[in-house]
Structure formats: C-alpha cells, structure tokens
C-alpha cells in the first residue's frame, strides 16, 4: 500500500468578479496550509485569482518536496527525474515533462515573487483534491512510495523524543534514534541560518533526502542571538532501506568536510 500525504489548505469564503485570466487581479487567500495534518510555514500568502489559488514557487517546493530553480524568463519545479514543469515566467505557458502543454496553468508574477497553480500542480503529480464544506477546506490526497519521511515539529514529539532532540541538537551532525532522524546545523549567530529539505528521491533501496543549508537574505536585519537551527523527522520505511542526507547544493553527503 502506497503511503499517503494530506494536505488541507484552508480558503476564505469570498466573491471575485470574472475577469480574464491575464487581467485578474490577486486577492489574498487564507494563509493555512497543513501537511500530514500538519501546519506547514509558509513564506508567503497564498493568493486567489480566479477562485485558484496560488502559492509561491518555494511553498509550492516545500510543499511537494520539490526542487524550484530559476533562469531567464522561466522556472522549473522538478519533483524527480521523470516529473518536471517549466513555467514561462512572460507568456505564462508551462511544459510538463518538457513539452509545451496547451491546458497547463501557468505562474504568476506578483511584485517579483512567483506564484505557482496548487491544485493543478497536485493534480498533475498523481494526487486527487476535494472540497469538504464541512471544514471549509480542500483536502489533497497525494500518493507518495511506499515508505516515507514526514517533518515534525518538536511540539509534536513524545517527551522522550524531545529530550533526545535538545541532546543533539546543538552539535553539527545527522542522528537517529529508531525512526527518528534529527538533523542539527549546530549553532549559528542568527536565525537567518536554517535547514530546510527541498526534496526526497529513491534511489535502489536507499531514501535520499536533499536538504539545503539557508543563508541570511543580503541586507535583512536579523536579531543577534544564537540558535540551533535542525530538522526532526520520521521515516517509515521498507525493510533493508535506508535514509541518506545530500546537501541540496553540492549533491553530497549533508555536512561532508570541504577538501
């Protein structure tokens, strides 16, 4: 049985005249969106435009553990090797897989920031979207391989899982414990220093999960004050598996010394 993802991204209530799509202006849309039941960080709003709603390129990334990378006048959301979409970032075509397609949606610019079609995106990496009135929400059901890793926040932990985080934490390294897996940058003078995992691929029996050391944004002020920034995950995996960190720049093993 093919393990299961579920996304719940909570839409306000409201009324937009029709207009064309080239010409629709950008409402904000509730800015909730929960992964596995739970409330994933967002760096931007989302935006409703023609009752869709759009997310930013970097949530869309984080949000289907993609990996966004730009150049001029398009993007590219590569969710694996066999599964990739260009947006033009001028004509608002897309290419899936590397062909134009004339139904795709296309991105958004909106005060230089791109915003990506969620629906269309999940809809096109295998998963099903419904409306449930209830909860005023739309429920994604994306299929995933057998076995997965799912984020944690640390106040979704055991406290006997907690207290083994605050043990490593502050030391650079990968560590684990049963199907816990907590990765620890070590301490950093800002929080502008963090750890985010762009995407996972299987490669034979081996999960690879790429994550990327972020760096502080050139002139944004941060607070001084020391953290440690780290990642807590658990895996549930097929017997003889096992998980491998790459950093998500160089292709390599997560924290490997510099020659």
Excluded: C
């Amino acid at each position: 049985m093919k393990g299961k993802i579920l996304l719940a991204a909570t839409l306000g209530m409201q009324m937009l005249v029709a207009y064309p799509a080239a010409a629709a202006p950008a409402s904000p849309a509730a800015a909730h969106v929960y992964v596995n039941g739970e409330q994933a960080s967002l760096e931007k709003a989302p935006i409703l435009v023609d009752q869709r709603t759009y997310v930013s390129a970097s949530d869309a990334s984080q949000i289907l553990q993609a990996d966004w990378t730009m150049s001029a006048g398009s993007g590219v959301l590569k969710l694996s090797d066999e599964q990739s979409f260009t947006f033009g970032l001028k004509d608002g075509k897309v290419a899936v897989n590397g062909k134009w397609s004339e139904k795709g949606q296309g991105a958004i610019v909106r005060d230089g920031q791109v915003y990506l079609p969620l629906r269309w995106l999940v809809e096109q990496a295998g998963g099903k979207v419904a409306w449930n009135a209830e909860k005023k929400a739309v429920e994604i059901m994306a299929a995933l391989h057998e076995g997965s890793l799912v984020l944690l926040t640390d106040d979704k932990l055991t406290k006997e899982e907690q207290a083994y985080v605050e043990s490593v934490k502050k030391k650079q390294g990968i560590y684990q414990q049963g199907k816990l897996y907590v990765v620890a940058r070590g301490e950093s003078p800002n929080p502008g220093y963090g750890l985010q995992v762009t995407h996972t691929q299987w490669s034979w029996e081996q999960l690879l999960v790429y994550v990327k050391q972020t760096k502080p944004e050139p002139g944004k002020m941060y607070t001084q004050a020391i953290t440690y920034p780290h990642i807590v995950a658990k895996a549930d995996l097929p017997p003889y598996t096992t998980v491998v960190f790459l950093d998500a720049d160089t292709k390599k093993p997560l924290f490997a010394p510099e020659k």
